[in-house]
């Protein structure tokens, strides 16, 4: 079976320029091109799309994803399986969020009583601001005024953005955790976490094993990670030592 752009972007939901431009990065590259310059695509490119199109709704941007593929240990029935574990996880946090909107109406109306710690226990992710903060407070007051020079800068919608992607940044790690540490999927998200420290300030190799000190030693940082998952701050400390680790010396 062979599929022009047209009919594999149809097929995929996505547009004809996605996939030129997937083909310009050499991304997913069509197997074959005619005389007349159309590219064809076949099964293998197929399932290649679809497993582009997973790790991109699981936050992943394209250059990990390339990564991802051209491991040579990659395998596309591994990955199903744990795209599986992420999407159930986030179906789990939708449920969880749909749970306090349910509960909240109920509230609204009359019919039952919220503390304000429920009304907002779905959101523990906005605690990230917090937390950073006090990192910084240990390693001195420039970090301290940079994070908040940073912070203070953005709208609240750019707030409002920064606090969901962190949120999904923990999750989709805690999804992973299965995987181990170590594993691509992991270390390609502590790549993302570290990433989006920068929305607070530029975070050093020391300041992220700290930061990994921190949210496992720490009595009430590790009480705040452990309320999102048992064993996450334990996680998250190896899980960033093996990053720094394999980061290049210059």
């Not at 999804?175 to 530029?202: C, D, K, N, T």
């Not at 949210?215 to 400390?237: E, S």
């Amino acid at each position: 079976m062979q599929y022009t752009v047209k009919q594999l972007a149809s097929l995929a939901g996505i547009s004809v320029r996605t996939l030129h431009y997937y083909d310009q990065i050499g991304l997913l590259k069509p197997a074959s091109v005619g005389e007349n310059g159309y590219r064809y695509y076949d099964k293998e490119a197929a399932l290649r799309l679809q497993q582009i199109l997973f790790y991109r709704e699981l936050d992943f941007t394209l250059d990990e994803i390339a990564q991802i593929l051209s491991r040579p240990e990659f395998d596309a029935l591994e990955a199903l399986g744990e795209h599986r574990v992420a999407l159930e996880a986030r179906i789990e946090r939708l449920k969880g969020l749909i749970h306090t909107v349910d509960s909240t109406i109920l509230y609204l109306k009359g019919k039952t009583t919220m503390s304000q710690k429920q009304l907002f226990e779905e959101f523990s992710a906005e605690k990230q601001k917090e937390y950073e903060a006090e990192a910084q407070r240990r390693w001195g007051e420039k970090h301290v005024k940079e994070s908040q020079k940073r912070w203070g800068s953005y709208t609240a919608e750019e707030k409002k953005r920064v606090l969901s992607e962190g949120n999904v940044i923990y999750q989709d790690i805690i999804a992973a955790m299965p995987l181990g540490p170590g594993s691509p999927q992991v270390q390609a998200m502590i790549a993302r976490w570290r990433q989006h420290l920068r929305y607070f300030y530029e975070p050093t190799p020391d300041m992220l094993r700290g930061l990994g000190d921190l949210y496992n030693d720490d009595p009430d940082f590790n009480a705040n990670f452990t309320r999102m998952h048992p064993d996450l701050a334990k996680f998250m400390k190896s899980a960033i030592e093996i990053y720094c680790q394999n980061l290049p010396v210059n």
